[in-house]
């Protein structure tokens, strides 16, 4: 702290603990509310209004979890598969499996991968993209203690997957004449050597079939949700976003202001290659990508449940979902 001498700033410091005085005792006046607080009393009714439960899109994290390890090709991720196709097939959206073939990093053998489509109102030709992959990583690799040992993925694989499963229950009411994809990314990160092996294999699958063999509809624009969990969420702009879908960041970061959410923060983040970058560099889909890159269980055995919240959960979920029922109406 720097301490003041001298009679002149004394001088200056007279009016303003006399005006400092005056108003806590009451003589200046009515306390009005700032323009900030008018605006977050404003914006809490409209996030309560979001029909969004964090509480069921972080059981259905925990069910994901429950399956063990769903690294691509394994018997997690088919059970992963199954439930999933299950979950949106009840809620009444049609669902399509996009597979394909990779060669395995270690031995070389034949992998099925498996990209799930998701599909709401399919008679539509111009549509919007909500993705996330869900698989997981093969080991914890940046396990300070055990590299080699479980990782559970509830942050970085399961959070996504959980936010579109709560989600959808509640697209079919948003009405609209456009139509709505959910996909699934398999093969996200089948790395067992980061020096040697490929990310983003589902992504640059869908991408690639998205641009050489165009279907009827095109996809207007596209958020992608990675590591949305996180129990100290904070997300900023991501740099390839803002490089690629600055229109995007702009209406989701302006969803996020309306209804309250301070988690996502109008600042800088970082530079993160991600699912986003096939769509937007191959499909050309302009993508933003939803992403805490700040999480201290990045890649740990301890990215598990009780390190992420139904709070941070449904906070990006209703973000999302005001993005989406706004874009719905232009």
Known sequence: ???????????????????????????????????????????????????????????????????GQRISGSDGMRKQQEMLEKHFTALGAKVERQTFKVRHPLDGSAVELTNLIVVWNPASRERYLLCAHYDTRPFPDRDPTNPRGIFTGANDGASGAAVLMELGKHVGAMKSRKGVDFVLFDGEELVYDENRDRYFLGSEYFAQTYRNQPPQHRYRQGVLLDMVGDARLIIRQEQNSLQYARAVVGDVWAAAARIGVREFEAALGPN???????????????????????????????????????????????????????????
């Open 272 to 330: 993160v290659r991600d699912d986003h970058l096939p769509l937007n560099e191959i499909a050309r889909i302009p993508t933003c990508d939803i992403i805490d890159f700040d999480y201290p269980y990045w890649h740990t055995e301890q990215d598990v449940p009780t390190n992420c919240s139904a709070d941070s959960l449904e906070k990006v979920g209703k973000v999302v979902h005001e993005w989406l029922r706004v874009s719905l109406l232009r």
């Open 1 to 67: 702290m720097n301490r003041i001498f001298g009679s002149r700033w004394f001088a200056l410091l007279v009016p303003v603990l006399c005006l400092a005085g005056l108003a806590a005792i009451g003589f200046i006046g009515p306390r009005r509310e700032t323009p900030k607080q008018e605006d977050e009393a404003a914006a809490a009714p409209r996030y309560a209004a979001i029909p969004f439960d964090g509480k069921a899109a972080y059981t259905y994290l925990e069910d994901i979890c429950k399956l």
